[in-house]
Each structure stands twice: as C-alpha cells, then as structure tokens.
C-alpha cells in the first residue's frame, strides 16, 4: 500500500527556515513525481512545489519561488522541502502527494496523500 508520511513542520519565527520531509513506504519512489501542498486554515489547498520522478524537472508557485527548494533522495526514498524566509503567510499544513511517472507540469492529478504536517510562523 502507497503510503507517504511527511514530517520536519514545527513553530518557527518569521524570517526562519524549516526542512519538511516527505518518505515513502510500501513502494519505491524514484518513479513517482511528488508534489507539496499546503492548505491554510480557511484556505483552499494550494500546489506549492514539484519535482519530476528523475528529479531532472522542479517547479514552483509564485508565492514561494525564491524561498522553498525541492529536492530528492531516491535511496532514502524521500523529498524535501526546504523552506526559507518565512512569514506568516505560510502558515498551514503542507501536504506531500504522488503522481506515478510524473513531470511535474501541473499540481493536478497526484495521488497518495499524506497526513500533512503543520507549520506555523509566528514570533
């Protein structure tokens, strides 16, 4: 069974950073594009962040580019997020998800959600 956990979110002051991590079980990652989402209390939920299945292909929401970076580790089948400059804007639980053999050209149709991990940005 697909499942994916991700973790690393946690009380930060604004202008800090965070790295989530997104790790896979039940199945190997290196063939599955993974894609961040966040949803904000009151908020839809919003694609922040891809990454490719060979990792060769990123993309990013304007509200984040320049700040988060995406990134892969197959042998540890994990993804991360690093997430820099915060600010209270992005507050909310971020959310990994999976698209099998994705190219990361959309936030549409991934599949496999995790619980979510919460990040709060706040002094």
């Known amino acids: 069974q697909l499942q994916l956990v991700e973790s690393g979110g946690g009380l930060v002051q604004p202008g800090g950073s965070l790295r989530l991590s997104c790790t896979a079980s039940?199945?190997?990652?290196?063939?599955?594009?993974i894609g961040w989402f966040r949803q904000a209390p009151g908020k839809e939920r919003e694609g922040i962040s891809c990454i490719s299945s060979s990792g060769g292909r990123t993309n990013y929401a304007d509200s984040v580019k320049g700040r988060f970076i995406i990134s892969r580790d197959n042998a540890k089948n994990t993804v991360y997020l690093q997430i820099n400059s915060l600010v209270p804007e992005d507050t909310a639980v971020y959310y990994c998800?999976?698209?099998?053999?994705?190219?990361?050209?959309?936030?549409?149709?991934?599949?496999?959600w995790g619980q979510g991990t919460q990040v709060t940005v706040s002094s």
């Open positions: 998800a999976a698209q099998l053999f994705g190219q990361c050209v959309s936030f549409y149709q991934y599949n496999s």
């Open positions: 039940g199945f190997t990652l290196n063939v599955y594009a």
